[in-house]
């Protein structure tokens, strides 16, 4: 089982995040327009389209809204438990609430759980980006107010002008407009289809940008805080979303695919958020750089231990 898995789920990621690999070590690509190609085009065509066209209820999809933000809060919470000092809080925070559901987990979704993961999944993309997008910017710029020789705090609507700028922000808020009115933007054929062709692209591009953003990653040696965040993340990730699945009521791949994304890897916009706020931007890449190659070795057996149907609640209709 574990044989397949790797082959069939987590080898086609990985040999894609290789060709990114590859390409920037051959010719050195510019891994800021990648992700600004990402964040400002291919991640909002993609939460509009999914979001607007999903089959899930709105009470269904409120309800994995807040799963996600009780993720997002245990993992909050216990870093700043293991945390010794209020910047290293903060850099642990950065690194385990925050985790890659856009550039890891659709291409994931798409491979374990063909049917519904996508489906479900643009529901947590679309809570973590947003949260990403205020809360991490917010947690962010403590961090750099903290390092300042003479601690000048910026003002608070300084801080709201990168959160404005944020389409994804925009695109979920058009998604939301559009269910209400059955969508109507599918019928204007020539908007409609290139918004499609750029959702498709996301999930190869994606992990395209992935592979090139570890080729540049240059990490510290684990130990002290980084195990500490590789553990939460990993680890407590998923092990919180097993209890809150069985909280909200989710069962069967419902519960599967929510235990599954938890496990992912740290967001690659934790890293570029801290960077753009002078926070200890070193931390945040080496947090990126090994919970992703990690990852793939948490989610097989992950997926392992649920196909054995060794967790009740996620075992059955799959």
């Keep these: 089982m574990i044989l397949e898995i790797l082959r069939d ?43 607007s066209t999903s089959e899930l209820s709105n009470q269904i999809g409120f309800q994995v809204i807040g799963f996600t933000l009780c993720i997002i809060t245990v993992m909050g919470a216990i870093s700043w438990l293991v945390a010794k000092d209020r910047k290293e809080r903060i850099a642990m925070q950065l690194g385990t609430m ?3 559901s856009g550039n890891w987990g659709i291409p994931l979704m798409a491979l374990a759980f063909p049917r519904l993961g996508p489906v479900i999944q643009v529901f947590v993309l679309a809570t973590m980006n947003v949260s990403m997008f205020t809360l991490g910017i917010t947690l962010a710029g403590l961090q750099a ?33 559009a269910r209400r009115f059955d969508n109507p933007i599918q019928e204007i054929v020539f908007i409609w289809k290139p918004l499609g062709y750029l959702a ?4 190869g591009f994606a992990l395209t940008t992935l592979g ?5 990653t240059r990490p510290p040696r684990v130990g002290g805080r980084l195990a500490w965040a590789l553990g939460i993340r990993l680890l407590g990730g998923p092990l919180a979303a097993v ?16 235990i599954v994304g938890a496990a992912s890897p740290t967001a690659v916009n934790a890293a570029l958020v801290t960077h753009e706020f002078k926070g200890d931007s070193r931390f945040a890449a080496a947090v990126v750089f090994y919970t992703t190659l990690m990852a793939t070795g948490v989610v097989t057996l992950l997926l392992a231990v649920l196909r054995a149907g060794w967790i009740p609640w996620a075992r059955e209709g799959w």
């Design 212 to 216: 090139v953003q570890l080729s540049q």
């Design 98 to 100: 925050f985790y890659n």
């Design 9 to 51: 789920i987590c080898l086609p990621l990985l040999l894609v995040m290789g060709l990114g690999w590859g390409m920037d070590r051959r010719f050195r690509l510019n891994l800021e327009t990648l992700v600004k190609l990402n964040l400002y085009l291919f991640v909002p065509a993609f939460i509009f389209v999914r979001l």
């Design 145 to 177: 107010d903290h390092d300042l020789p003479d601690r000048k705090v910026v003002p608070a609507w300084r801080r709201l002008l990168p959160i404005l700028r944020q389409p994804s922000i925009y695109a979920i808020l058009a998604a939301i407009v």
């Design 200 to 203: 498709d692209t996301l999930v």
């Design 243 to 258: 209890i809150f699945c069985w909280f909200f009521g989710f069962r069967g791949e419902f519960a599967a695919i929510l």
